[in-house]
């Protein structure tokens, strides 16, 4: 591999990067500024060989308990900026989407609300096409900038082949900017509407606590009954199982948090008991939401985004 390219780091621990603070080192890391840097570091890690992996607000990731071989990402400087330009916003891909609907608000622009909600990044959230209290991404959306080894393609949403959870987005091509069509609106009432999306999200989910969000997207399977992942889950009597350092969280069944030192290994263990149960009283089959970098052992019959 001989010398490493400017600003790019051996052994980068990432749990510190994740929300659950589990799992091993990055092999190599680095923080791309620019879209010029990272098409450089994408070009790079293809010539040597490299798979490349993001982190973008570490919600919704597992980082397996070897770590992870080859290049880590996480976007930084210009490529996490939010820009305002008249009602439309321009994003980097690591943009937070909870700032970027705080900052719509003060502006006094409207569409974009349910971001408040999603704990990740605005590439996170193009790449699992996340939406939250009713909001669509694809409909605000106006384009996203891919960077793939081979350079920066723009897309336009019907490009992106979202669908519930997902897109058509492949392992290493990387979301850098994102730009997202808006309304003008009353400042003072987005910031409201703002307000009672944090209040509804704070009465019932975990926070300030270790822990990835959402572990199961709700299910489409009619044996569900219309319930929620975390319906069944608790139903299922899974509300406040542990498993070593990790266990369903106790105020909302579909959220696994770290008591301590847990490991990726007992979060697997526990979504997979938590899966089990469900399925043999329910015969619903839960599809995790979670994403993972490096070799994390989730057993082969569950479906993979």
């Known amino acids: 591999m001989g010398d490493l390219p400017p600003g790019v780091q051996r052994d980068y621990p990432l749990s510190r990067l994740t929300t659950i603070r589990t799992g091993g080192a990055a092999e190599l890391f680095a923080r791309p500024a620019t879209l010029t840097e990272l098409e450089r570091l994408m070009a790079w890690a293809d010539v040597q060989g490299l798979q490349v992996g993001v982190v973008g607000s570490g919600s919704n990731l597992l980082v397996a308990d070897a770590g992870v071989?080859?290049?880590?990402?996480?976007?930084?400087?210009?490529?996490s900026a939010i820009e305002l330009d008249g009602t439309r916003m321009h994003c980097g891909?690591?943009?937070?989407?909870?700032a970027v609907s705080a900052r719509a608000a003060q502006a006094g622009l409207s569409g974009i609300e349910f971001g408040v909600n999603i704990p990740g990044t605005v590439g996170g959230a193009v790449r699992m096409n996340a939406n939250a209290y009713g909001g669509e991404l694809a409909r605000v959306l106006e384009w996203v900038d891919v960077v793939a080894p081979a350079g920066t393609e723009r897309r336009t949403p019907d490009q992106l082949g979202f669908a519930y959870r997902r897109s058509s987005l492949q392992s290493g091509e990387v979301v850098a900017r994102a730009a997202f069509a808006l309304h003008e609106a009353s400042s003072d009432e987005v910031k409201a509407t703002l307000a009672d999306m944090r209040a509804r999200r704070k009465a019932a989910q975990p926070s300030g606590i270790k822990t990835f969000g959402s572990t199961f997207k709700n299910p489409s399977d009619p044996c569900a009954e219309g319930r929620t992942a975390g319906q069944l889950l608790e139903a299922a009597g899974c509300r406040g199982l542990r498993i070593g350092g990790a266990g369903f969280s106790a105020k909302h069944a579909n959220f696994i948090e770290n008591y301590g030192e847990a490991t990726t290994a007992e979060v697997v263990a526990v979504m997979a008991e938590g899966r089990r149960r469900v399925q043999e009283r329910f015969g619903v089959a839960l599809e995790p939401e979670v994403q993972s970098l490096g070799p994390v052992e989730l057993p082969a019959e569950w479906s993979r985004t």
């Open 69 to 79: 071989r080859g290049l880590v990402l996480k976007l930084d400087k210009e490529l």
């Open 93 to 98: 891909g690591g943009a937070r989407l909870p």
